[in-house]
C-alpha cells in the first residue's frame, strides 16, 4: 500500500527554521500533486502549500508566503516543506498528502501521512 513518511519536525524557537521532509512509496510520485497541511490542537486541518508534479507551480496559504517554499525532487520521491521566520502559530502537526492535481481542499487528496509535530517556542 502507500505510504508517505514525513520527517524533520521538532521544537524550533520564534523566528527559527526547519525543513520537513516526506517520502513516499508504492506510488508513482512523479504523477501526483504533493501538499502540506496542517492542524494545531483543537483547530480544523489547513492548507499550507501544494506544489505541482514537475515542481513547476506551487501555490500557498497567505498566512506562509514568503516564509515557507515548497519543493519536490522526484527521483527521491520526496517533497519538502521549508520553513523560516517561524513563529509560535505555526505550531501544529503537519501532514504531507498526494493527489491527482493542486487543490487547498484536503477532500482532493488520495493519500496521507501520519504527520510530523512542529512547536515553535515564544
Known amino acids: 500500500h502507500v505510504q508517505l513518511v514525513e520527517s524533520g519536525g521538532g521544537l524550533v524557537q520564534t523566528g527559527g527554521s526547519l525543513r520537513l521532509s516526506c517520502v513516499a512509496s508504492r506510488l508513482t510520485f512523479s504523477s501526483y500533486a504533493m501538499a502540506w497541511f496542517r492542524q494545531a490542537p483543537g483547530k480544523e486541518r489547513e492548507f499550507v502549500a501544494t506544489?505541482?508534479?514537475?515542481?513547476?507551480?506551487?501555490e500557498y496559504v497567505d498566512s506562509v508566503k514568503g516564509r515557507f517554499t515548497i519543493s519536490r525532487d522526484n527521483a527521491k520521491n520526496t517533497v519538502f516543506l521549508q520553513m523560516s521566520s517561524l513563529k509560535p502559530e505555526d505550531t501544529a502537526v503537519y501532514y504531507c498528502?498526494?493527489?491527482?492535481?493542486?487543490?487547498?481542499?484536503?477532500?482532493?487528496?488520495?493519500?496521507w501521512g501520519q504527520g510530523t509535530q512542529v512547536t515553535v517556542s515564544s
Open positions: 506544489v505541482n508534479w514537475s515542481g513547476s507551480s506551487t
Open positions: 498528502a498526494a493527489g491527482p492535481a493542486k487543490s487547498r481542499t484536503d477532500r482532493r487528496y488520495n493519500y
